[in-house]
Structures are given as structure tokens and as C-alpha cells.
T-cell receptor
Framework: ETGVTQSPTHLIKTRGQQVTLRCSSQ?????VSWYQQALGQGPQFIFQ???????GRGNFPPRFSGLQFPNYSSELNVNALELDDSALYLC?????????????FGDGTRLSIL | AQSVTQPDIHITVSEGASLELRCNYS??????LFWYVQSPGQGLQLLLK??????LVQGIKGFEAEFKRSQSSFNLRKPSVHWSDAAEYFC????????????FGAGTRLTVKP
């Protein structure tokens, strides 16, 4: 089975720009969660999508938005980029929603803001 | 809301020595508990999980963890560390009453000496 894949691997942007990150979920998984991992920190929950609907959101501003498609792949969009947005962005898929669901992570997208 | 603390930022052990990584959580009931491992440049991989029942759980790669309700702890152990175990380890807690609320600790970096 194909695991979680994220693209691109690395990205460099400047302040004020917009970025779109992509994630293909593992086969059979209908739930995708996005995390921001700053250097030296644990992942911070951004939001989750379940069957194409947002299913919860962490403490991130509205300029962080997302989508989930009928094939359960997902996008993370960030507008008006700030220097503090520099981080590793991780996508994780799970078989179903629920905090007891083990999450399967992609290798992440490293976003650098200049 | 629940929180999770990993008191040790960095631990160094010799190859073949035993390992214990600490994790403490704060939550009103028993949360769902997970340990993940992250190798450099990669996403997180699930080592093991605890939901209920036997408080000693076995995971992949020879790891085990013990849930101690009285201490609000879920420490990860391995009897004999291999050089390939060098990585970052994250403890995570899920809220049984909030499907998408997953909190990660800040991580413990493990260095293995030859």
C-alpha cells in the first residue's frame, strides 16, 4: 500500500506571499490532519479534515486554510506568509476520525520564509 | 485541555545499554497515549499506543511503554539500544472526548554512543 506523500519537499517563499502544500493520504484513509513543527519542537495541530469537511482546528489564524478532495487528498494553504511560518509542515492520515486513531505521517514539507 | 511533558530534551546512551524516556501528561481522565519516533528529515512513525487494559504495552522495534495512572506517566523503554535507534522521540496524547485533539510533547533527542 502507498503511504502518505507530501509535495513539495522543500519550498522557499518571501514574506507576504501565499503557499499551497499538498498531501496524498494513505489508501483507505478518510481523515487527514495537518501539523506545523517548528525547529526543536513537537508537531502543533493546525486542523483536520474528515470526508471533505473541516473537523476541528488548532490555535492557528484564518490565513491557514485547507481543503480535502473526494479522493481524500488534501491541501494546506497559507496566505500572507510571515517569518514565523518557517517550519516543517506534516500531513498525517488515519483510517477514521477519532483521537484513538494512529496517524500515518508523510515526510513533510520544509517551508522557509525569507 | 490535555497537555504532555517530556522532561528530557536530550539523552545519550551507549549502544547495548537500556533506555527509558519519560512522558507525563495532564488530563482529567485517561487519555489515549502514543509514542512516535522521527528520524532526521522524515515524518513520524508510530511505535506503540495505549488506550486501556494491560498497562504494559509492546511496540515495534523492541520498544515497550508502561502506563502509570498514579504518576500520570507513560514512559518508553528498551532493554538494549541499537545505534539505529538514534532519533527524536515524541509522546502524544489524544482526548477521548474530542476527536481531533492530539497534543505532542516537545520531544526527546536520543544519541547512541558506540
Amino acid at each position: 500500500e502507498t503511504g502518505v506523500t507530501q509535495s513539495p519537499t522543500h519550498l522557499i517563499k518571501t514574506r507576504g506571499q501565499q503557499v499551497t502544500l499538498r498531501c496524498s493520504s494513505q489508501s483507505g484513509h478518510n481523515t487527514v490532519s495537518w501539523y506545523q513543527q517548528a525547529l526543536g519542537q513537537g508537531p502543533q495541530f493546525i486542523f483536520q479534515y474528515y470526508r471533505e469537511e473541516e473537523n476541528g482546528r488548532g490555535n492557528f489564524p484564518p490565513r491557514f486554510s485547507g481543503l480535502q478532495f473526494p479522493n481524500y487528498s488534501s491541501e494546506l494553504n497559507v496566505n500572507a506568509l510571515e517569518l514565523d511560518d518557517s517550519a516543517l509542515y506534516l500531513c498525517a492520515s488515519s483510517l477514521d476520525q477519532g483521537a484513538n486513531q494512529p496517524q500515518h505521517f508523510g515526510d513533510g514539507t520544509r517551508l522557509s520564509i525569507l | 485541555a490535555q497537555s504532555v511533558t517530556q522532561p528530557d530534551i536530550h539523552i545519550t546512551v551507549s549502544e547495548g545499554a537500556s533506555l527509558e524516556l519519560r512522558c507525563n501528561y495532564s488530563y482529567g481522565a485517561t487519555p489515549y497515549l502514543f509514542w512516535y519516533v522521527q528520524s532526521p528529515g522524515q515524518g513520524l512513525q508510530l511505535l506503540l499506543k495505549y488506550f486501556s487494559g494491560d498497562t504494559l504495552v509492546q511496540g515495534i522495534k523492541g520498544f515497550e511503554a508502561e502506563f502509570k495512572r498514579s504518576q500520570s506517566s507513560f514512559n518508553l523503554r528498551k532493554p538494549s539500544v541499537h545505534w539505529s535507534d538514534a532519533a527524536e522521540y515524541f509522546c502524544a496524547v489524544g482526548d477521548p472526548y474530542n476527536n481531533n485533539d492530539m497534543r505532542f510533547g516537545a520531544g526527546t533527542r536520543l544519541t547512541v554512543k558506540p
